[in-house]
């Protein structure tokens, strides 16, 4: 089993998952290919 990620690393992971969730939109509204190269380009910080 996994502990809980440190503040910074789990800052991260929420980062990227409300970034995957605005790609989904995107996919819905402007396509996959958008959606795709906007998600690959996505750097956590």
């Not at 990227?16 to 956590?44: M, P, Q, S, Y």
């Amino acid at each position: 089993m996994l502990g809980k990620p440190p503040a910074s690393e789990q800052k991260l992971i929420d980062d990227a998952v409300d970034e995957a969730a605005r790609c989904t939109e995107i996919w819905l509204k402007d396509g996959l290919t958008k959606a795709t190269n906007r998600l690959h380009a996505f750097k956590a910080q």
